[in-house]
Structures are given as structure tokens and as C-alpha cells.
């Protein structure tokens, strides 16, 4: 029997329904027995038309640093609010957009018995994480894995771990309800929902970095489709997926707390992989987005000066039933 066809009035009689039964993605989804970013007949406006839409910039060479000083300056912090969970060794873990498996590592030597599901969707960071943390296998594995649509049964993960990812991507609670999915009853969602409000240096010189964090995020995110002020947003995201003892708790990247070398490393990273699509979606030129990251690596850097940018890490517990 042919399907019948996708009018506004059958899109209007399944978007009605949406509230009350976990989103619009959700309700189309069980309609068409389709994954949403299949189903090609959708208006433009409706359409997922690009999943990854910081792609390129996710796989400059660049990011690879920004990774790696992101672990050195967080995991000290991070470490003890893991350990707050009160999981025993041999758990089962994902790593949902693990990138060059530096966060994936440490949850191997935290949880010294645990199954560790490691997934992205950039080869050449997988690659590198196989060849940076061979040490772990078999235990610690690599997937080419998309966040939007897991592999995994329900129910598969203890603990599911997302971090620096859902700032990056469009449709935030989509990944999030996915994530609710494959965690266990009982089990925790662990995520780092990046939120480029919370980034604080000092004010004069001759950038205004106050305005180049609202403004030029901003722009990016409406360009992008992304928010990237999530991390103040993700708290209504899982209370809307009913989910339990949300939490939401601050890593403090700052001078006082972590090397400045490393703080500035973060921020260099951030400058060597996004001036040219900075400057494409705001106001900014290039030289003013080179010379506002340059001013504030210089903050952090300088002894009289001190700067901070707070970490959201936000969690919650799978209710007992769903």
C-alpha cells in the first residue's frame, strides 16, 4: 500500500501531538517508521539539512590541540563529580562524540573494569585515538558512531558521557533524548554543554571582548543552526525528557586554578580553527577576530590579570520508568 502523501494538514495533525509525546522529531519519526534526517520530502524549513554543521572546523588540525588543553585544564575538576556517581569499576560507559578519546582515556583509568563504547564521526580523530590509547583495548573502543542515531539496544549504558559536542550540532534535545535512550534506568547522563555566555576577561584594551562573546557567537549560532549557549539551556532539555536529579555543576577554568599556559592554549586552538567562519557570520573582520582572541590570550597570560571561563557540566539520572 503506497504511504499516503506529506500535506501541511498531516505535518499540522503530527507537530499538534508533539508536546505531549517527546517532540516533533520523535512523533514524525514513529509516523513514517523513518529516521527524520531521511525523510527527503520535508519543507526546507522543516529539513535536518546538515547534522555537523562546525564540520570543518571540528576537523582542523587545530581542534586536535583544543582537545587535548580542554582534558588538561577540565579532567582535574570533572574527575570528582564523576566519582560522585558512585559507579563500581566494571560499568559500561559511552563516550558519545569522543573525539581524539582523551576524555574516553581517563574513564578507562578511573573505572579500571569498564566497557568503554567510544564513538565520533571524524575517521582521522578515531584513528588517532586507536593510536593514542591502544593501551585500553580491547576494552576501549573506537565506532564510527553518529550521536543522532545509536546502534546500541535501550538500555545499554550505565553511564553516558557527552562532552564539548551538543554546543556544536543542531537539534540539542534530539541528541539528548537519544543519549536517555541507550542509558539504563538508574544510569547517568554526564555532559559538558559548552555556553559561550560564561566566558569572562578583563574589560578595556583595544577589542571589546564582552561585545565579540554576544555578538559573534551569536551570529555563528543562528548561521550554524546551533546554540551555543547551551549550557544554560540544557537543564529544561532533560527536564523535558523527564529525566531525574539533574544537577548542574561548575568546572573553573581560570588563572587561579589551572596553568595559564593551558588557558591560553584553549584559546589559541580556538583562534587557529574559527577566525575565517567567525569573520564570515558577524560583524567581525578577521584581523578584529585575530586581535580580540589575541587580547585575551594575552590576559590570561599576563600575572595582573586574571580571567575565567566556567564549565558547565550537567547531569542527570534515568528515571526507574520511562
Not at 555578538?215 to 549557549?229: N, P, Q, R, Y
Request: glycine share 6%; charged share 25%; with cysteine.
Amino acid at each position: 500500500m503506497r504511504a499516503a502523501p506529506w500535506t501541511p494538514a498531516r505535518f499540522r495533525h503530527y507537530f499538534d501531538g508533539a508536546i505531549a509525546s517527546g517532540g516533533a522529531f520523535a512523533v514524525i519519526e514513529r509516523a513514517t517508521g523513518r529516521s527524520w534526517s531521511s525523510i527527503a520530502p520535508l519543507p526546507y524549513t522543516l529539513r535536518v539539512t546538515d547534522l555537523n554543521p562546525q564540520r570543518e572546523q571540528m576537523s582542523d588540525a587545530s581542534m586536535i590541540r583544543t582537545l587535548d588543553a580542554q582534558a588538561r585544564a577540565i579532567w582535574p575538576q570533572e574527575s570528582e563529580l564523576v566519582r560522585r556517581y558512585g559507579f563500581s569499576p566494571d560499568i559500561r560507559i559511552l563516550d558519545a562524540g569522543c573525539g581524539t578519546g582523551e576524555c574516553s582515556a581517563r574513564l578507562a583509568e578511573m573505572f579500571p573494569r569498564a566497557e568503554i563504547m567510544a564513538v565520533d564521526i571524524l575517521d582521522h580523530h578515531l584513528a588517532l585515538a586507536r593510536e593514542r590509547h591502544g593501551r585500553f583495548a580491547p576494552r576501549l573502543r573506537f565506532e564510527h558512531q553518529s550521536i543522532f542515531e545509536l546502534p546500541a539496544a535501550d538500555a545499554s549504558y550505565d553511564l553516558t558521557v557527552c562532552r564539548h559536542v551538543i554546543h556544536s550540532v543542531p537539534h540539542a534535545e534530539r541528541v539528548l533524548r537519544e543519549l536517555a535512550r541507550v542509558t539504563r534506568p538508574g544510569g547517568r547522563l554526564h555532559l559538558i554543554p559548552e555556553d559561550y555566555g560564561m566566558l569572562h576577561f578583563p574589560t578595556g584594551g583595544a577589542h571589546d571582548v564582552r561585545a565579540f562573546w554576544h555578538e559573534a557567537t551569536t551570529g555563528f549560532g543562528e548561521a550554524t543552526s546551533t546554540d551555543l549557549f547551551v549550557g544554560r539551556n540544557s537543564y529544561g532539555h532533560l527536564a523535558d525528557l523527564g529525566l531525574e536529579d539533574i544537577t548542574v555543576d561548575y568546572v573553573i577554568v581560570d588563572s587561579l586554578r589551572v596553568p595559564r599556559e593551558t588557558f591560553a592554549a584553549i584559546l589559541e586552538a580556538w583562534r587557529d580553527g574559527y577566525v575565517e567562519s567567525i569573520a564570515e557570520r558577524s560583524r567581525f573582520s578577521g584581523a578584529e577576530v585575530t586581535g580580540t582572541f589575541d587580547q585575551m590570550i594575552a590576559s590570561i597570560r599576563d600575572p595582573r590579570r586574571y580571567s575565567v571561563w566556567m564549565v558547565p557540566v550537567v547531569a542527570a539520572r534515568i528515571p526507574a520508568r520511562r
